[in-house]
């Protein structure tokens, strides 16, 4: 148990249904992130958000939609999902200590859900 | 070009003995973060080690070790005394600067079989 939970663990949608994922934090971090796992392909990190801000979105389609109400939940919005966006979609969290010359910490993971678009 | 490089997409070890996965990394920045990560096949990426690009010493984690060599932007995992449960994928990642949102950066993974 790493302290990052995700709901649900499994889903399959058609093209044109819309559904969340969502992400939880029970570590007291505030950092947290979506990444996109396909296979035979490094994950790719969709969004991070720091202290509730949007930090980072590396040009992810618009049919992804994230939102962070606060620095515990996230969430990933999908509607009009392609079949190519089958994967598995993980969140995790990080502790942001501040500036400076050191470069952790490390992100801590959820169990993923696996998605199935049809 | 690759961030992170991991040219072995699959190891086998026997139990017991040592095993090294290979990592290199690219950037060009001087403060960078490197982790190693394990990926069981029940999908959850767990963290196993990390090294600062200011630490003069190699990380250690019980049975894990970091062979960090700067010059070379290599950064190999050793796991010691393999187990059967070691069998997994194994992901090296970078983070650059030292700001938490900075891009952070996978390897296509290693998979690792422990043979008993």
């Known amino acids: 148990e790493t302290g990052v939970t995700q709901t649900p663990r499994h889903l399959v949608m058609g093209m044109t249904n819309k559904k969340s994922l969502k992400c939880e934090q029970h570590l007291g971090h505030n950092a947290m992130y979506w990444y996109k796992q396909s296979a035979k392909k490094p994950l790719e990190l969709m969004f991070v958000y720091n202290f509730k801000e949007q930090t980072e979105n590396n040009s992810v389609p618009s049919r992804f939609s994230p939102e962070c109400p606060n620095s515990s939940h996230l969430f990933l919005h999908l509607h009009t999902l392609q079949p190519e966006d089958s994967a598995l979609y993980l969140c995790a969290s990080s502790h942001d200590r501040g500036g400076g010359g050191r470069n952790g910490p490390e992100q801590y993971f959820g169990p993923g859900t696996r998605l199935t678009v049809t | 070009a690759q961030k992170i490089t991991q040219t072995q997409p699959g190891m086998f070890v026997q139990e017991k003995e040592a095993v090294t996965l290979d990592c290199t990394y690219d950037?060009?920045?001087?403060?960078?973060?490197l982790f190693w990560y394990k990926q069981p096949s029940s999908g959850e990426m767990i963290f196993l080690i990390y090294q600062g690009s200011y630490d003069e010493q190699n990380a250690t984690e019980g049975r894990y070790s970091l062979n960090f060599q700067k010059a070379r932007k290599s950064a190999n995992l050793v796991i010691s005394a393999s187990q059967l449960g070691d069998s997994a994928m194994y992901f090296c990642a970078m983070r650059e600067g030292p700001r938490v949102g900075n891009q952070f950066y996978f390897g296509t993974g290693t998979s690792l079989t422990v043979i008993p």
């Open positions: 950037t060009s920045d001087q403060s960078y973060g």
